[in-house]
């Protein structure tokens, strides 16, 4: 993954001064949502100020547009509408790759992302992932937890195994992964808690709903100073440690092979990405 995806913000269709905002927001992407924030008696007037909108300049920010599903009276019309625009097209409920071959035949240039967020999405994460398609995942775990009853608890137990699933479905085809929105947005602890979760299970970063959630999510799906600190510091002494014809070097007490090395080089490498989109 080059392109950085710590902060992915929802921004809902209809409402016009948020899509303004977002221009000036220092998010990594932006989720313009044509499904679930825009009421039924709103959608095609979201359509068409979502069009509208699009003809500004959102800078470097990934622009993803979040259809309504083919199965509403809505999706075909939504695909048809930005068939070409945007960074991405995110199909909602995804639950089969069937879903994704019906947008992909409307939209035939555009990369598709999906919502994952039915039990049968869970599933067939890994037939979902390996879409040719398909460039990214993001976890839609407000419907997930709705379809499996699950309760929402700080933890996240409840959700493991379908975060997990999502997870390693991505990453083994390569593909972008998005954690879910925390929903308490005036709660910064929470959502610090729970985006450190979702880094550390391996999410590219977070999706938000609001604004005020940005900074944290920035912040914790980029490298730390110590992070980077470590890279260097492990590349340094492999290096040393290669020139004198061992494989095997030692920082801070803990054993570093050439795949940590790996590790590290890509940690520098997010970091260098993070400061050339913050430069751009
Ligand atoms: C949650 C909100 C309705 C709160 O809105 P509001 O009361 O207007 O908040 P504030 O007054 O605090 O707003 C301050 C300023 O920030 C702008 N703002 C607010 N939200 C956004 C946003 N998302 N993007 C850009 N700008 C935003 C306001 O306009 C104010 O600006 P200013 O006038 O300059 O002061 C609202 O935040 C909201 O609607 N959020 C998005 C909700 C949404 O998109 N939901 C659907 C996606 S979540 C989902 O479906 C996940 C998945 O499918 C699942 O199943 O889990
Ligand atoms: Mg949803």
Redesign the pocket.
């Known amino acids: 993954m080059t392109r950085p995806f710590r902060s992915v ?4 269709a209809a ?1 016009p ?2 899509m303004e ?2 221009r000036t ?1 220092p998010v990594d992407a932006i989720i313009f ?1 044509l499904e ?2 825009v009421s039924p008696t709103e959608k095609a007037a979201a359509r068409e100020a979502l069009a509208q909108a699009l003809r500004e300049d959102y800078g470097n920010r990934a622009r993803i547009i979040r259809i309504n599903g083919l199965d509403t009276e809505w999706g075909e019309a939504d695909a048809r509408r930005f068939s070409g625009q945007g960074d991405a097209i995110l199909i ?1 409920k995804v639950s089969h790759p069937g879903d994704l071959d019906r947008v992909a035949t409307l939209v035939p240039e555009t990369p598709l992302w999906a ?1 994952m ?1 039915t039990a049968q999405g869970m599933l067939n994460a890994s037939e979902i992932a390996a879409h040719p398609r398909l460039a990214g995942l993001v976890m ?4 997930l937890a709705k379809e499996i009853n699950a309760r929402f608890r700080a933890d996240r137990l409840p959700m493991q195994t379908g975060l997990g699933l999502c997870v390693l479905a991505a990453k083994a085809q390569g593909k972008v992964v998005v954690d ?2 925390f929903n308490a ?1 005036r709660d910064d602890e929470g959502l610090r808690a729970e985006a450190e979760q979702g880094r550390d299970m391996g999410f590219d970063g977070k ?1 938000l ?3 005020a959630q940005i900074e944290v999510a920035n912040e914790v799906f980029a490298p730390s100073a110590q992070e980077l600190d470590l890279s260097r510091r492990q590349i340094a002494a492999f290096e040393e440690a290669e020139a004198q014809g061992r494989g095997i070097a030692v920082v801070d007490g803990r054993i570093v092979e050439n795949l940590h090395i790996e590790t590290a080089r890509a940690t520098l490498a997010r970091a260098e990405a993070i400061a050339r989109m913050a430069a751009e």
């Open positions: 913000l929802y921004i809902p409402n001064r948020a905002k977002a927001l949502d679930d924030a909602p919502m967020e839609g775990t407000n419907d879910g929105v947005f999706s709903i609001h604004p």
